[in-house]
């Protein structure tokens, strides 16, 4: 193990623990720990912390966890990670035949971009996150194997499934850019805001799976509340039509609720990043950012507080 | 235990922690533990909700079951302590609390260094994965470094001999490949501290024999190691020290043997002196024909004695009643190990003179010897009857007393492990040259 907080780094030296560091712990340190690395465990009680300190430790282990879930996802299918575009492949195609019919070519997107690129690129920013979403989500029910026998931070897990999914997103973005090239979108230097929405998506993905990962460990009734998001949500979020093509229905107040969805500002942004008619993001971005960043504290503060029981109860 | 990590600590009161006592449990109070000690738990307690989750909408109050309460003890670095008890006593909760795994309902335990948790063997191995990802997803897990990995790995696919097997998928191991591939892993962690259950129940006696064999050295190279097992035998010579656990609480805590002794005389609800078991006349088991009075279990001193040594014979008596004349009687014992396997059954009439001769009315005593080097050690148990006829036996109790056997070890020559068998005679052994190096 890495020595970071005076742990000794080799145990064949028995004579057991060197000179810790000194000096108060950090409510983000985990496991209050004494000067030599002694680890009390108690029951929590109050704020408990989030253990990043912990956490670093277990990277390692955090890196093997994705990886495996990324190795095995793929073992014994021929086509292998191509299997990651059908889904978004075939709803994007679906919504292009059903625009096509009903709207008589008149479909919803970013002006100059045709409607398959445009929904094509919504589509990638929410199956990196519905997917992430699902992952994180059961992650622990997943993991309990694991969890019963071995300590580790649990928020490996819901981390390590929410990672894996950016293999998948990898794989997606250059079919998107295969299809950039093949309808001549060049993307301007706005290209370099891509990665931070992307990582957006994965925060939010992350936020949201810790309430249901844990809730849904010890009720299992949250484990449909997943489904309900993932499917209703792709509607309330401008995948298949842009943010502007529904302005005009709207009443004022229904749109400002409407962009404090930050799947909404997400996609939008994909959309900002890559095309260069896109609209920039609104008033709402900060009120969407400020929303994902309470979801993501609160999931955290309920994950950290619950993951005791779920041991003691899947 | 290094005198900077003292000076580091500072110096407070060994268990007042930070004056004023009440302060102490506070989170991020320093935890303080002595120089030498690597575990210590204060009224630890595990309580656990009993009946379906869904009740806790219904009613505030649910049923509890405590788990454990009220545990206390402390372990130095480097002892070796084994937990036993009966199923449900509380031992598996308590591992898992020290380990990490469940979070107390009360207490606490500090705990210094690292701990290792084998609760299973080839914890997370992935069916779908090779035996290499495998070993190093397993190492990581069990809490080892990529880089100590990598440096073991040669070490680990040695230990586990799957070598030719290692860039298959574990999904088509043997069991038995699987079980020695996660245990290769497993015994090259150096953990300070190793908490180990019931590892030893799955394998084969070879495989068993590694596990004790590598805790066993993981001990004599100063690791602090928790253990619970049903294997009293492995308990014996691997732990200096034993706690017995009943209903969640520590009835007993002191040197093995008389630990594991103690716990073999109650369990099962053997009485106090399973040695011996007598009847008054008007209890006394059988019919108005024959009467089984008292079976004793003696030494070689003669007395009644529970404790029995491997290099002294053991005598298996029995008193009993005749009431009725003319009837042949012939008594026996059945003799069952801790395996509940019956070793033997004997009968008096192999006895010069028992010819099925009629035995007039009166009290008889029976007595048999089993000759030294004869059983295996550990615990046994001796059903007593009384036969009328040579067809029907009333007068009969099945395990009745019950006596462990002791290895004073010197026939070991130093091999602590097990000693397999049902019995453990002495044969002549020849040993003679035959010829040179070829």
Not at chain 1, 14 to 39: C, K, M, R
Request: with cysteine; hydrophobic share 45%; aromatic share 10%.
């Amino acid at each position: 193990m890495i020595a970071t907080d005076g742990r000794i780094d080799s145990p064949l030296a028995t004579e057991g623990v060197l000179a810790p560091p000194s000096g108060p712990t950090h409510f983000l340190d985990g496991w209050p720990a004494a000067g030599d690395g002694v680890v009390v465990i108690e029951p929590p009680r109050g704020l408990v912390s989030i253990g990043l300190r912990e956490l670093w430790r277990h990277r390692e282990l955090l890196y093997l966890l994705t990886l495996r879930d990324v190795k095995v996802r793929y073992k014994q299918t021929l086509l292998g990670p191509v299997w990651v575009l059908v889904q978004p492949l075939l709803t994007t195609g679906v919504f292009a035949a059903v625009f096509a019919v009903f709207m008589r070519g008149a479909a919803p997107s970013v002006p100059g971009v045709p409607y398959a690129l445009s929904t094509f690129c919504g589509m990638a920013a929410w199956v990196l996150f519905a997917n992430g979403l699902t992952r994180a989500s059961a992650s622990l029910i997943n993991g309990q194997h694991l969890m019963t026998k071995v300590y580790f931070p649990r928020l490996i897990l819901p981390l390590s499934a929410v990672l894996s999914g950016l293999v998948d997103f990898a794989v997606t973005l250059v079919v998107l850019g295969c299809m950039m090239a093949l309808y001549g979108v060049v993307p301007s230097w706005r290209v370099a805001w891509l990665p931070l929405y992307a990582a957006w998506a994965v925060g939010l993905s992350l936020a949201l799976g810790l309430w249901l990962a844990a809730l849904g460990a010890v009720y299992r009734d949250f484990g449909q509340v997943e489904g309900v998001l993932v499917r209703i949500g792709m509607y309330a979020t401008p995948v298949a039509y842009t943010t502007s093509s529904i302005a005009h229905v709207l009443p004022g107040w229904a749109r400002q609720l409407y962009a404090l969805n930050p799947m909404a500002q997400v996609v939008e942004g994909f959309r900002f990043a890559l095309f260069g008619a896109a609209d920039p993001p609104g008033a709402m971005l900060g009120p969407a950012m400020a929303l994902t960043a309470l979801l993501g504290w609160g999931g955290l503060w309920v994950f950290r507080r619950m993951e005791g029981m779920v041991v003691d109860v899947v | 235990m290094s005198g900077a990590a003292v000076r580091n600590t500072h110096v407070d009161p060994p268990h007042g922690g930070p004056a004023g006592g009440e302060a102490w449990s506070a989170k991020g109070a320093a935890a303080w533990l002595p120089a030498g000690v690597a575990i210590r738990t204060e009224g630890l307690g595990k309580r656990y909700r009993l009946g379906e989750l869904r009740d806790r909408w219904q009613r505030r109050t649910g049923q509890y079951l405590w788990a454990l309460r009220g545990v206390s003890f402390e372990m130095r670095q480097g002892e070796t302590l084994a937990l036993i008890g009966r199923n449900g006593a509380g031992k598996s909760t308590l591992l898992k609390i020290l380990a990490r795994i469940a979070v107390p309902t009360e207490g606490r335990a500090l705990v210094r260094g690292r701990v290792a948790s084998l609760l299973e063997v080839g914890t997370g191995f992935h069916p779908e994965l090779t035996g290499r990802e495998n070993i190093f997803l397993n190492g990581a897990i069990l809490g080892m470094s990529r880089a100590e990995i990598r440096r073991k790995f040669d070490a680990i696919v040695a230990f586990s001999g799957v070598g030719p097997f290692l860039d298959t998928p574990v999904k088509r191991y043997s069991s038995g490949m699987h079980v020695r591939l996660g245990f290769a892993v497993a015994a090259h962690l150096e953990p300070e501290i190793l908490v180990v259950d019931e590892v030893l129940a799955v394998g084969d006696a070879s495989f068993q024999k590694k596990c004790l064999g590598t805790m066993d050295a993981a001990a004599r190279h100063g690791r602090t190691i928790l253990f619970v097992s049903h294997n009293l035998h492995a308990v014996r010579s691997l732990c200096r020290r034993a706690l017995l656990l009943e209903n969640g609480r520590v009835v007993q805590d002191g040197p093995v043997h008389e630990v594991v002794d103690f716990y073999l005389r109650t369990v099962d609800g053997v009485p106090g002196d399973a040695a011996e078991a007598q009847w008054p006349a008007d209890q006394a088991p059988g019919d108005e024909a024959t009467r089984l009075l008292a079976v004793r279990v003696r030494n070689a001193q003669g007395a009644v004695s529970f404790h029995q040594y491997l290099d002294e014979p053991i005598t298996l008596e029995m008193e009993f009643s005749v009431h009725r004349a003319g009837m042949s009687v012939n008594t026996s014992f059945h003799v069952y190990n801790a395996q509940d396997v019956c070793l033997f059954a004997t009968a008096d009439f192999h006895r010069p003179g028992w010819e099925d001769r009629p035995l007039p009315p009166g009290r008889y005593r029976a007595a048999c010897q089993i000759p030294a080097h004869f059983l295996n050690e550990g615990l046994h148990r001796v059903s007593a009857i009384v036969v009328q006829e040579r067809k029907y036996f009333p007068a009969r109790r099945d395990k009745v007393v019950s006596f462990v056997v002791h290895d004073r070890g010197e026939l070991r020559q130093g091999y602590a492990g097990v000693w397999i068998g049902a019995v453990r005679p002495v044969l002549p052994w020849v040993v003679e040259p035959i010829g040179g190096v070829p």
